[in-house]
Each structure stands twice: as C-alpha cells, then as structure tokens.
C-alpha cells in the first residue's frame, strides 16, 4: 500500500492542538532502558513509526516491550540481553537505532549494528559516538557494512567532542553510566532531550551533572534500577504548529508547550511580525496579513533548529521581502526547495545558503516528501497554495508526527490521507 497526503487550500488555522511527546527524546530514553534488568515505565510517547522501530529493535535484543498508545506509555523489560546484534532490516530505517550500541556495550561488553539509515539529508557520520567508546575503554571493529563494539571493561575517561553531536552525546553518556570512575564529555551537545535522558538516567540511579550545558560529568555506578518517566513535549512539533498559523495567518492555542525549548522561533516569528504570547504553559500564535521577512542561520541548540528550517522557509515563500537561510547543520538539507519551486516559490541555492523571494503564490501540485521535516514544509505549503496538492512518500512524515493529519484536520485543514495499491 502506497499511502499520500491530499491537500486543499485551507484559509487561516484556528483553535486548539495538543503536542505530542517528543521523538527525539523517546527514543533514547527507549534505548537507555536497557542498562536495568529492571521495568522501565516511559509515559507521555507518541504514535509514531520511529517509536515502533525501536520497540522492535529492543524485542530484537530480548527486551519485552509493551505499548500503550491509548494510555501512550510504554514497559520495557530488559532482564536479559539475548542478542547484542542489532539487525540490519531495522536499523536501515531510523539512524537513531545507533543509539543502542552505548547501552548494549555497557551492560554486556559488546555491541554489533549495522551503519544506520534514516532521512538522507546528510552524512551524519557515526565516528564521534565510536571515539567516544574507544576513549571508555572500548575496541572498535568496523566492515561489511557493520561495527562492533567490545570491551573487558570500561573506565571513565574526558572526551572532547569534535561538533556538539546530540546522538554521541546521549550514546557515550548512556554508556559511561556503567563505567568505571568519571567520565567528562567536552563540547557536548546541550539540547533539552539531552537533559530529558539525563533526568530519566538519574531516576534510576545514574550519578549525571551539568546536562543542558557544554560540559557533562557522569560518575559511573555498579548498576541501574527501574524507574516511570514523562517524556518532554517536542519542540520541532511546537514549532511546526507555531508556523502553520503563522503561514494561514491564523490563530492557534498551542497546547503542552514548552517555552523555553522554542525561544529562536519564538524570536524569529516576533521578528516577522507574528503575536505570541504565553498562557500557562501553552502557546497562542497570532498572525495577520502584515508579515515581513526575516534572516535565518541553523546552529546548534540554542540556536535556531535545522530540524524547523524547511517549515520556516515555506513561511518565507509568503511573506514581503526577500530573506538569507544558511544551513551550517547538515550539508544536504534544502532538498525540498526543488518541491517548493515547482509549487511556484522563488529560491535559489547558493553554498549553504538559500535566497528565499516572498510574496509567492504558491499553486498545488504533485510533490515528493524527501525527508521528515521537507515532508512537514510541503504540508505547510499545500495549506496556502490554490488549487489541490498531492504529498507522496509520507511515511518520511509519519516518522515524526504524531495523528499530523488530524490535528491539523481540527484546526480547519482540508487535509485527507489515502492508501492505494
């Protein structure tokens, strides 16, 4: 079954939208839930494909999952590692299968997987997470499209990293929770699901300091218990729903919003003349017609996020004025532009930078979700253009939004998902 977003042109968003629980800070803590023989309780998941990639991955080393996504919760129970392989068929899906390799190697000493897959929006190398181990003590083997991991036993160690990584950071950070002494991680990436993982590993007994900031201190213990976690509301969510009314020119209460996690949008959205104020810990995103362009240059949190460029820039698409996105993330991260283009937007790529030319009319037509967050900027863009937009190879969506066409389908969309031969 090949399944597609229909679109129509839907006129200014209103009303209410819940967020969901946050993709990338599940899946670690998921994964982390490997270092107890204990039950691990993680409340507040979101329905999506990733989540049920890494329920498989963890069955797939002997872990009984059981998931809840009425009550969205999910138990692992992780009281013997069976297999320290993860297998290939699961981890070509999601690059944040990778993320097992630090729990596996620090409860049994060894860890193989396959060279993750995932969005293809750049090289995302694996290199920074396998220094990391090597500097805890760890050998490092890697050919035929596998690494393997194995270590006698791993000592605390300072590790500098190269580039704020969020993944290498939470792998080694998993992995020195079972190491022994201190281990100091340099130049660590200072995101809010790195601290969401601290907060879960320090409930079951892990000894964490510093998360949230440049520099993170783990003293190892001998072993981890079992622990009930509510994971964050996601932020790349927060956002997308933050410009969708900003790009309908309408009016949404953003609930089970986090502030503080969106503070570059909140900025840049002021910047172009959208209204946003702050109601008891939810969001209202107010725009009308008077909207300007603005500048935009990805960085590291807590910089603005490559994960909300391709959802901003369809915004700029609509806007007065001609505006700069540099991408400095990832170095293959504007392929939606050609999409966009054939909808009618003016952008042209120079380097790392795209020139985004405003006030556009954006017309519907046939388009390809190349990635997750490229899938959610043509979703963005289906909603203001005339006429009707079909969006293929949505499972890139799917990935990461959780009930998408639902609650945009509540605040007035004219959004509809088909599944055909």
């Known amino acids: 079954m090949v399944a597609k977003y229909f679109i129509e042109k839907s006129g200014p968003l209103m009303g209410e939208v819940e967020v969901s629980g946050s993709k990338n800070a599940v899946l670690p803590i998921m994964a982390g839930s490997i270092l107890t023989t204990e039950n691990c309780i993680i409340a507040d998941i979101p329905k999506l494909r990733d989540v049920d990639v890494m329920c498989q991955l963890l069955d797939s080393v002997g872990a009984q999952v059981n998931t809840d996504y009425i009550k969205k919760e999910i138990t692992v129970s992780c009281d013997e590692i069976k297999e320290v392989e993860a297998p290939y068929d699961l981890v070509k899906q999601m690059r944040a299968s990778i993320l097992i390799m630090g729990p596996l190697l620090a409860r049994t000493g060894k860890a193989k997987i396959a060279l993750p897959g995932g969005c293809a929006i750049g090289a995302r190398p694996i290199d920074l997470h396998l220094k990391g ?54 130049n660590a990436a200072e995101e809010p699901e790195i601290v969401d993982l601290a907060n879960f590993l320090n409930s079951m007994g ?33 956002g997308t729903f933050m410009v969708a009314a900003a790009v309908t ?44 362009n603005t500048d935009i240059k990805t960085l590291p949190y807590p910089g603005f996020p490559t994960d909300m460029q391709a959802q901003f820039m369809t915004l700029l ?25 054939r909808m009618g937007a003016n952008i042209k790529i120079e380097g790392r930078s795209a020139v985004v030319v405003g006030e556009q009319n954006l017309e519907g037509t046939q388009v390809t979700a190349t990635d997750l967050r490229a899938g959610a ?45």
């Open 249 to 292: 020119r309408g009016n949404i209460l953003i609930k089970n919003a986090m502030a503080d996690h969106v503070k570059p949008i909140i900025a840049k959205l002021k910047e172009c003349g959208v209204a946003i104020t702050e109601i008891d810990g939810n969001l209202r995103v107010k725009a009308d017609s008077q909207i300007i």
């Open 133 to 186: 181990f090597q500097a805890l003590g760890a050998e490092i083997e890697l050919g035929h499209g596998y690494v393997e991991a194995e270590a006698e036993k791993l000592v605390g160690d300072k590790i500098y990293l190269d580039f704020p990584s969020v993944g290498a950071t939470e792998n080694i950070m998993m992995c020195a929770t079972l190491a022994e002494g201190v281990t100091i991680i340099e």
């Open 377 to 421: 900027a043509l979703v963005l863009a289906g909603l203001i253009a005339d006429g009707s937009t079909e969006i293929r190879d949505i499972y890139h969506i799917e990935r990461g939004y959780s009930d998408f066409t639902k609650k945009l389908s509540g605040l007035g969309a004219r959004i509809t998902r088909t599944e055909e031969e």
């Open 317 to 341: 698409t609509s806007v007065k004025g001609t505006s700069i996105i540099i991408e400095t993330v990832f170095e293959n991260r504007y392929m939606h532009i050609g999409e966009l283009n």
């Open 206 to 238: 892990a000894k964490i300091k510093g998360a949230g900031t440049d520099t993170i201190k783990i003293q190892g213990v001998d072993a981890l218990k079992g622990t009930t976690h509510a994971v964050i509301p996601d932020r790349i969510e927060t």
